[in-house]
């Protein structure tokens, strides 16, 4: 592995070449990322302050950490997932200056040592997308607190488990949840996971959908997605909830819904997609199917209890990358995509550009804002602060705008008439 002590440490700066082609595909993709870089490279309102991030190292990252650079800041980056690094972006990064410690096939200690260089620059902000970086932070190094000014956090899990730590008061600055802006969950985690967990489904087994019993564990943003486009390839959705609404909702949207004891006997391929441990335990793999394939496109890789399948197995092989065949002691065999983990970012490249083109407009607009309440002297209490409406419009109709759609203005009598509350029959 090449490695300059202290700047980078990537598989093999020799991939450069093809992840800067990568990274320039998805800019020719993220106009909303472009036009944010283009306003804020002339005026850096970031000069100054050093960003530590822990995000997939993706193309799509790749065009956030070089907008963040050209807005002024030093940033120093490590991966969310031992598994999601594209090696030729982390490549492409470090040749251009990028702090980076990323590699595909990190292990848990590799992981972690990783995210604490990143911290030794002492941040001044920290970007997440899982909360192990602030984590990391409030468990090992607290004294670094002292420098942090906030930080911004990427998905469900992460804004779940930051926000239960901010109900302990154990949370020690302000976090803005990036995944509650509406720009972000109602694309990103429905149609970004829908079509990115698909494919890498389908680059990891190469099997029909169209017939398959598609059994999808949890009907939030993300199931949700996944199950709408498993069903437009001819799958038969069956969705196992523990929310009754949830539940509702997929059966309103022509899905069967069951319990995964019963899902467990009659489903091809299973895809956990719920944010807890334990979906998928061994009394389901006992009554799986010859044959089934079993996935996660949940944030961490607990929700598939590998150990129960390893124990129930007397013997396992990879078949096809990001695929691993176990054969059961029951004679039947169950393919695990992934090991487990992100499906969609493991076996395939996550989300695509058009979308992380909004999560990571919200990303960066976020930081932003966390410097401008410093510079202006705003004390925010730690706290789990939500996007603000504007930035959410503002957002979304810079995409629609580069999409080409012009959308109608509310006339002052219409507005009037909105907030009017004596208007009647
Ligand atoms: N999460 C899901 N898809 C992603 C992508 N393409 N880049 C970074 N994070 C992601």
Known sequence: MDSKAGKYKVKDLGLAAEGRKKIEWAESRMPVMMALREKYSKTKPLKGYK???????????????????????????????????????????????????????????????????????????????????????????PKLVNNIIGGTEETTTGVHRLRAMSAAKKLLYPVIAVNDAETKWDFDNVY???QSSIDGILRATSVLLAGKNFVVAGYGHCGKGVAMRAAGLGANVIVTEVKPTAALKA????????????????????????????????????????GAIVCNTGHYDCEININHLAALSKGKR????????????NGHKVYLLAQGRLVNLAAAEGHPSEVMDMSFANQFMSQIRLVNYHTKGIKVEPQVLDIPVEQDQEIGGIKLRTMGYKIDKLTKEQEVYMNDYSAGT
């Open 318 to 329: 990879t078949v096809r990358p990001n695929n691993e065949e176990y054969t059961l002691k």
């Open 251 to 290: 059966t309103l949207e022509g899905h069967v819904v069951m319990t995964m004891d019963e899902a467990a006997k009659i489903g091809d391929i299973f895809i956990t997609a719920t944010g807890v441990k334990d979906i998928i335990t061994e009394k389901h793999f006992k009554v799986m199917k010859d």
């Open 51 to 141: 960003i530590a991030g822990c995000l997939h190292v993706t193309k799509e990252t790749a065009v956030l950490v070089e907008t963040l650079k050209s807005a002024g800041a030093q940033v120093s980056w490590s991966g969310c997932n031992p598994l999601s690094t594209q090696d030729e972006i982390a490549a492409a990064l470090a040749k251009n200056g990028i702090e980076i410690y990323a590699w595909h096939g990190q292990n848990v200690k590799e992981f972690y040592w990783s995210i604490e260089q990143t911290l030794s620059m002492k941040p001044n902000l920290t970007l997440d997308d899982g909360a192990d970086l602030i984590f990391t932070v409030h468990n090992k190094y």
């Open 192 to 194: 970004g996971t829908g």
